[in-house]
């Protein structure tokens, strides 16, 4: 039996407030370190799919010239990941389509697992605050033990040994990581261009509500 592993982005594939967050982290980063608050609002945008600590660290850099400690980046990250959980996370909701996908991959896939660049305590806490934790083999966010995307999937490989991986993100580093890993990448074009996407890596590009028709033509050629 073929080994098949799916895995997902979760802001801006399954549920979205990327647009709450990139503000948010504009407006805080302003009132810390006064930089730009529309340039880093941006810039959030662009990173997505890399780890929260690498936003941070970019733009304490380019403001100041010097590497933002750990003491210095838990300060500030306090104050953003609270401003989340009190006045963000209790409002969202699911993309369209996205818990028939994940019914759909909970039937058909032998591992599902998220990939985030959400800190490791935070992206459980906000699985288990919308329930739909019983979807997951595995849930990885980013910390000491995994610092990004790359980490996940390395363990992923390690662990499961999989023959097919199909891997879903909104962000241009989920494609990147995914291709290069092997896996089959589906892009959401939720705040990239179905262009940007994939020159980035995305085999395909489809909105969440299309991509059960697409796993479904994908899953025909492991059957064995």
Not at 28 to 57: H, P, T, Y
Not at 157 to 169: A, D
């Amino acid at each position: 039996m073929v080994m098949k592993v799916i895995g997902f982005d979760l802001d801006g594939s399954l549920i979205d407030i990327e647009d709450e967050k990139s503000r948010l982290f504009g407006m805080i980063l302003s009132q810390f370190w006064g930089v730009n608050a529309k340039e880093a609002a941006n810039c959030w945008i662009d990173m997505r799919g890399k780890s929260r600590r690498s936003k941070f660290d970019c733009f304490f850099n380019k403001q100041y010239g010097k590497v933002l400690t750990d003491e210095e980046y838990e300060k500030i990250e306090k104050v953003f990941s609270g401003k989340l959980k009190n006045e963000f996370y209790p409002k969202i909701k699911f993309l369209r389509g996205a818990l028939d996908l994940l019914e759909f991959s909970r039937k058909n896939f032998d591992i599902i697992f998220i990939s985030s660049g959400v800190p490791d305590e935070e992206v459980k806490y906000l699985v288990e605050l919308k329930a739909f934790g019983h979807y997951f083999d595995k849930i990885y966010g980013t910390g000491d033990k995994f610092k990004s995307k790359e980490d996940h999937f390395k363990q992923v490989i390690s662990e499961f040994n999989p023959e097919l991986i199909v891997f879903i993100g909104d962000g241009l580093e989920d494609m990147r990581v995914g291709k290069k890993f092997n896996a089959v990448t589906i892009g959401i074009p939720s705040h990239q261009t179905k262009k940007k996407l994939i020159e980035a890596g995305a085999k395909y590009v489809l909105q969440t509500s299309e991509i059960v028709d697409l796993l479904k033509i994908i899953l025909v050629g492991t059957v064995k």
